[in-house]
């Protein structure tokens, strides 16, 4: 771009996707081209659109579609949070790098879809397009793609900040203990007898309570790990469970 010049400022939560020689201030003087939009802007800078609250311009909200005037100065925000997805019950998407992020949401009962393999991305954009899943990765370009029905960047690679990041910016109703953490079914109540077949001879002797998932059929009880899972439910419902 050798066009007309814009004064372009990104708020400190973004300035992480932006070149390193542009991070220590956040300001930018970019040339443009008279045509492309603001949103094209700011992501040719680095940002996806995703991680974009308000554009606001010499004082004045505008849309991503706006079209760059010489001279004026951009200030970019980030997503306010908690951030409201229109539309389909809140639900997500997560690509192959995100499993224990994806088993930890299901098991705070959040529906929560997982890909296992990489099945690339206009197939991933694709499916939360068709089921109106929020998309969650740490791939900027996965979440560039104009099909995608929302996206939101995961900022770490640590899966417990990880969980609390999309818990607080988010606020995804939670139902712990309700889903499967293999596939996302919905669990009911199990008999023993109901399950046996998946039951060694020690867990036989050591449990009375089951769990079944309606959808793969995997049984759960309250095995040698529940402990740590217990942890992380009543942290994230102490934390972020609507006191309503």
């Not at 020689?21 to 659109?49: C, F, I, K, M, N």
């Not at 499993?99 to 296992?116: F, I, K, N």
Request: hydrophobic residues 40%.
């Amino acid at each position: 771009m050798n066009g007309p010049e814009i004064r372009v400022e990104f708020a400190p939560e973004l300035r992480l996707f932006l070149p390193n020689g542009r991070r220590a201030g956040g300001a930018a003087q970019v040339s443009t081209d008279g045509v492309s939009t603001l949103g094209h802007v700011v992501e040719s800078l680095g940002v996806p659109l995703t991680e974009v609250g308000a554009l606001v311009v010499d004082g004045r909200e505008v849309p991503v579609a706006h079209i760059p005037a010489p001279g004026e100065s951009v200030t970019v925000r980030p997503v306010q949070r908690p951030q409201r997805v229109p539309g389909a019950p809140l639900r997500f998407l997560l690509d192959v790098h995100l499993g224990t992020l994806a088993r930890r949401l299901r098991l705070l009962g959040v529906d929560t879809a997982y890909e296992s393999t990489d099945i690339g991305d206009p197939a991933l954009a694709a499916r939360s397009a068709a089921e109106q899943r929020v998309m969650l990765s740490r791939d900027r370009g996965l979440l560039r793609r104009r099909e995608l029905w929302a996206g939101a960047f995961v900022y770490s690679t640590r899966p417990e900040d990880q969980l609390r990041d999309v818990l607080e910016r988010f606020r995804p109703e939670l139902q712990p203990w309700t889903r499967c953490t293999a596939c996302n079914g919905l669990l009911k109540e199990a008999t023993k007898d109901e399950v046996a077949d998946q039951l060694e001879g020690g867990t036989q002797r050591s449990y009375d309570v089951f769990a079944q998932c309606t959808q793969c059929g995997r049984a759960y009880w309250k095995g040698a790990h529940h402990e740590q899972l217990v942890a992380i439910v009543e942290r994230a419902l102490a934390e972020y469970a609507d006191p309503s």
